[in-house]
Protein backbone atom coordinates (compact mmCIF):
# COMPACT_ATOMS: atom_id res chain seq x y z
CA UNK A 1 0.00 0.00 0.00
CA UNK A 2 2.30 2.62 0.68
CA UNK A 3 4.59 2.12 -2.78
CA UNK A 4 0.70 2.29 -4.50
CA UNK A 5 0.94 -1.03 -6.15
CA UNK A 6 -1.21 -3.75 -5.38
CA UNK A 7 0.28 -6.47 -3.39
CA UNK A 8 0.07 -9.14 -5.92
CA UNK A 9 2.04 -7.12 -8.32
CA UNK A 10 5.10 -6.26 -5.86
CA UNK A 11 5.05 -9.84 -5.39
CA UNK A 12 5.20 -10.59 -8.72
CA UNK A 13 8.08 -8.07 -9.35
CA UNK A 14 10.41 -9.58 -6.31
CA UNK A 15 9.89 -13.43 -7.68
CA UNK A 16 11.49 -11.81 -10.93
CA UNK A 17 14.06 -10.62 -9.57
CA UNK A 18 14.31 -13.11 -6.84
CA UNK A 19 14.89 -15.49 -10.07
CA UNK A 20 16.93 -13.65 -12.04
CA UNK A 21 19.32 -13.52 -9.15
CA UNK A 22 22.68 -15.59 -9.25
CA UNK A 23 22.55 -18.24 -6.27
CA UNK A 24 24.89 -18.14 -3.60
CA UNK A 25 26.94 -20.39 -2.49
CA UNK A 26 29.09 -20.68 1.46
CA UNK A 27 31.74 -22.83 2.03
CA UNK A 28 32.84 -24.09 5.40
CA UNK A 29 36.54 -24.94 6.36
CA UNK A 30 37.34 -26.02 9.47
CA UNK A 31 40.75 -25.36 10.64
CA UNK A 32 43.19 -27.31 12.82
CA UNK A 33 42.11 -31.00 14.81
CA UNK A 34 38.32 -30.40 16.67
CA UNK A 35 38.61 -31.22 19.92
CA UNK A 36 35.16 -33.43 20.24
CA UNK A 37 34.52 -35.63 17.50
CA UNK A 38 31.42 -35.08 14.99
CA UNK A 39 29.54 -37.52 15.50
CA UNK A 40 29.20 -36.59 19.26
CA UNK A 41 25.76 -35.22 20.64
CA UNK A 42 25.57 -32.53 22.82
CA UNK A 43 24.09 -35.14 25.50
CA UNK A 44 26.68 -37.33 24.44
CA UNK A 45 29.30 -34.54 25.80
CA UNK A 46 27.69 -33.97 29.11
CA UNK A 47 25.99 -36.71 30.42
CA UNK A 48 29.41 -38.06 31.99
CA UNK A 49 29.87 -35.11 33.46
CA UNK A 50 26.57 -35.26 35.21
CA UNK A 51 26.96 -38.61 36.04
CA UNK A 52 30.61 -37.99 37.64
CA UNK A 53 28.82 -34.84 39.42
CA UNK A 54 25.54 -36.55 40.97
CA UNK A 55 27.72 -40.16 41.96
CA UNK A 56 29.83 -38.00 43.56
CA UNK A 57 27.07 -35.80 45.07
CA UNK A 58 24.79 -38.15 46.36
CA UNK A 59 27.74 -40.26 48.09
CA UNK A 60 28.91 -37.47 50.08
CA UNK A 61 24.97 -36.61 50.89
CA UNK A 62 24.59 -39.78 52.37
CA UNK A 63 27.17 -38.86 55.37
CA UNK A 64 23.78 -37.08 56.88
CA UNK A 65 22.89 -40.69 57.95
CA UNK A 66 25.91 -41.83 59.21
CA UNK A 67 25.72 -38.72 62.04
CA UNK A 68 21.70 -39.42 62.29
CA UNK A 69 22.34 -43.26 63.25
CA UNK A 70 24.64 -42.16 65.85
CA UNK A 71 22.34 -39.16 67.40
CA UNK A 72 19.54 -41.94 67.24
CA UNK A 73 21.44 -44.29 69.80
CA UNK A 74 21.68 -47.17 66.43
CA UNK A 75 25.04 -47.38 66.38
CA UNK A 76 25.55 -47.59 70.42
CA UNK A 77 22.34 -50.78 69.88
CA UNK A 78 24.48 -52.20 67.54
CA UNK A 79 27.32 -52.49 69.28
CA UNK A 80 25.46 -54.17 72.12
CA UNK A 81 24.59 -56.98 69.76
CA UNK A 82 27.24 -59.80 68.96
CA UNK A 83 28.19 -57.62 65.77
CA UNK A 84 31.36 -56.88 65.59
CA UNK A 85 32.91 -53.43 65.59
CA UNK A 86 34.45 -54.32 62.01
CA UNK A 87 31.27 -55.74 60.64
CA UNK A 88 29.78 -51.91 61.16
CA UNK A 89 32.11 -50.49 59.45
CA UNK A 90 32.11 -52.62 56.62
CA UNK A 91 28.07 -52.38 56.41
CA UNK A 92 27.76 -48.59 56.69
CA UNK A 93 30.72 -48.42 53.87
CA UNK A 94 28.70 -50.53 51.87
CA UNK A 95 25.21 -48.57 51.80
CA UNK A 96 26.87 -45.72 50.58
CA UNK A 97 28.78 -47.76 48.27
CA UNK A 98 25.24 -49.16 47.09
CA UNK A 99 23.43 -45.87 47.15
CA UNK A 100 26.12 -44.13 44.79
CA UNK A 101 26.08 -47.03 42.74
CA UNK A 102 22.21 -46.86 42.03
CA UNK A 103 22.57 -43.47 41.43
CA UNK A 104 24.84 -43.87 38.68
CA UNK A 105 23.32 -46.98 36.70
CA UNK A 106 20.22 -44.85 36.83
CA UNK A 107 21.87 -41.28 34.96
CA UNK A 108 23.72 -44.51 32.33
CA UNK A 109 19.76 -46.05 32.02
CA UNK A 110 17.66 -43.03 32.02
CA UNK A 111 20.24 -41.14 29.23
CA UNK A 112 20.68 -44.27 26.91
CA UNK A 113 17.12 -44.82 26.82
CA UNK A 114 15.85 -41.18 26.20
CA UNK A 115 19.00 -39.35 25.20
CA UNK A 116 20.60 -41.93 23.31
CA UNK A 117 24.22 -41.85 24.59
CA UNK A 118 26.74 -44.37 23.64
CA UNK A 119 28.64 -44.92 26.86
CA UNK A 120 31.37 -47.27 24.84
CA UNK A 121 31.99 -50.62 26.38
CA UNK A 122 29.61 -51.45 29.31
CA UNK A 123 32.07 -53.40 30.90
CA UNK A 124 34.36 -50.79 30.62
CA UNK A 125 31.67 -48.24 31.43
CA UNK A 126 30.56 -49.93 34.57
CA UNK A 127 34.30 -50.95 35.75
CA UNK A 128 34.61 -46.92 35.88
CA UNK A 129 31.73 -45.98 37.58
CA UNK A 130 32.33 -48.71 40.12
CA UNK A 131 35.88 -47.70 41.33
CA UNK A 132 34.18 -43.63 41.29
CA UNK A 133 31.56 -44.91 43.46
CA UNK A 134 33.76 -46.32 45.79
CA UNK A 135 35.42 -43.26 45.75
CA UNK A 136 32.30 -41.43 46.43
CA UNK A 137 31.46 -43.82 48.93
CA UNK A 138 34.84 -43.63 50.88
CA UNK A 139 34.46 -39.63 50.84
CA UNK A 140 31.01 -39.66 51.82
CA UNK A 141 31.80 -42.32 54.96
CA UNK A 142 35.07 -39.96 56.20
CA UNK A 143 32.49 -36.86 56.20
CA UNK A 144 29.99 -38.42 58.18
CA UNK A 145 32.73 -39.53 60.31
CA UNK A 146 34.09 -36.30 60.91
CA UNK A 147 30.58 -34.29 61.08
CA UNK A 148 28.71 -34.61 64.40
CA UNK A 149 25.50 -32.50 63.48
CA UNK A 150 23.51 -34.06 59.53
CA UNK A 151 22.87 -30.44 59.03
CA UNK A 152 26.44 -28.96 58.69
CA UNK A 153 27.50 -31.89 56.86
CA UNK A 154 24.50 -31.82 54.23
CA UNK A 155 25.45 -28.25 53.37
CA UNK A 156 29.05 -29.55 53.70
CA UNK A 157 29.06 -32.28 51.17
CA UNK A 158 27.00 -29.85 48.88
CA UNK A 159 29.59 -27.06 48.78
CA UNK A 160 32.64 -29.97 48.52
CA UNK A 161 30.83 -31.97 45.57
CA UNK A 162 30.53 -28.84 43.64
CA UNK A 163 33.61 -27.31 44.29
CA UNK A 164 35.26 -30.48 43.40
CA UNK A 165 33.21 -31.15 40.27
CA UNK A 166 33.58 -27.47 38.78
CA UNK A 167 37.89 -27.89 39.44
CA UNK A 168 37.39 -31.35 38.09
CA UNK A 169 36.15 -30.65 34.81
CA UNK A 170 32.10 -31.44 35.29
CA UNK A 171 30.92 -28.26 34.86
CA UNK A 172 33.32 -27.33 32.12
CA UNK A 173 35.58 -29.60 29.73
CA UNK A 174 39.04 -30.48 30.68
CA UNK A 175 39.91 -29.75 27.18
CA UNK A 176 39.52 -26.32 27.48
CA UNK A 177 41.53 -25.90 30.78
CA UNK A 178 44.78 -24.34 30.54
CA UNK A 179 47.33 -26.67 30.90
CA UNK A 180 48.23 -25.67 34.41
CA UNK A 181 44.43 -26.17 35.43
CA UNK A 182 44.71 -29.61 33.87
CA UNK A 183 47.45 -30.77 35.95
CA UNK A 184 45.26 -29.16 39.55
CA UNK A 185 42.74 -31.03 38.00
CA UNK A 186 44.37 -34.21 38.19
CA UNK A 187 44.65 -33.67 42.15
CA UNK A 188 40.56 -34.65 42.04
CA UNK A 189 39.14 -38.45 40.90
CA UNK A 190 36.26 -36.47 38.92
CA UNK A 191 39.24 -35.55 36.35
CA UNK A 192 40.33 -39.18 36.15
CA UNK A 193 37.03 -40.59 35.70
CA UNK A 194 35.83 -38.09 33.34
CA UNK A 195 39.67 -39.10 31.29
CA UNK A 196 38.40 -42.86 32.09
CA UNK A 197 34.27 -41.66 29.95
CA UNK A 198 35.77 -39.21 27.35
CA UNK A 199 37.91 -42.17 26.07
CA UNK A 200 34.85 -44.68 26.59
CA UNK A 201 32.35 -42.54 24.81
CA UNK A 202 35.24 -40.17 22.44
CA UNK A 203 37.45 -42.69 21.01
CA UNK A 204 36.02 -46.14 21.66
CA UNK A 205 38.16 -47.18 23.98
CA UNK A 206 38.02 -50.40 25.92
CA UNK A 207 38.73 -51.80 29.28
CA UNK A 208 42.93 -51.86 28.09
CA UNK A 209 42.59 -48.13 27.75
CA UNK A 210 41.49 -46.83 30.84
CA UNK A 211 43.73 -48.92 32.97
CA UNK A 212 45.52 -45.76 34.28
CA UNK A 213 42.10 -44.14 35.32
CA UNK A 214 41.10 -47.36 37.09
CA UNK A 215 44.12 -47.77 38.84
CA UNK A 216 44.33 -43.64 40.18
CA UNK A 217 40.62 -44.30 41.12
CA UNK A 218 41.18 -47.56 42.94
CA UNK A 219 44.04 -45.64 44.66
CA UNK A 220 41.81 -42.70 45.73
CA UNK A 221 39.28 -45.19 46.77
CA UNK A 222 41.35 -47.57 49.23
CA UNK A 223 43.07 -44.30 50.64
CA UNK A 224 39.64 -42.81 51.77
CA UNK A 225 38.20 -46.01 52.86
CA UNK A 226 41.83 -46.18 54.98
CA UNK A 227 41.29 -42.92 57.13
CA UNK A 228 37.34 -43.29 57.05
CA UNK A 229 37.08 -46.79 58.31
CA UNK A 230 39.47 -45.42 61.30
CA UNK A 231 37.46 -42.33 61.64
CA UNK A 232 34.42 -43.97 61.67
CA UNK A 233 35.52 -46.65 64.66
CA UNK A 234 36.93 -44.17 66.67
CA UNK A 235 32.91 -41.84 66.03
CA UNK A 236 31.04 -44.70 66.80
CA UNK A 237 32.68 -45.68 69.72
CA UNK A 238 33.42 -42.27 71.40
CA UNK A 239 31.35 -41.85 74.37
Not at 106 to 118: A, G, K, Q, S
Amino acid sequence: DQTGEAFSDALAVAESIAEGSAPVEIEVAAVGESLFPESLGQFGLGASSQLVLFTFLTALAGSAALILTRQLGISDRMLSTPTSLGSIVVGESFGRFAVAMVQGLYIIVLTLIIFRVDWGDPVAALLLLLVFSAVGAGAGVLMGSLFSNDQQAGGVAVVVSIGLGALGGCMFPLELFSPTMQTVAHFTPHAWALDGYAELIRRGGGTTDILLELGVLAAFAVALFAIASWRLRVAITRP
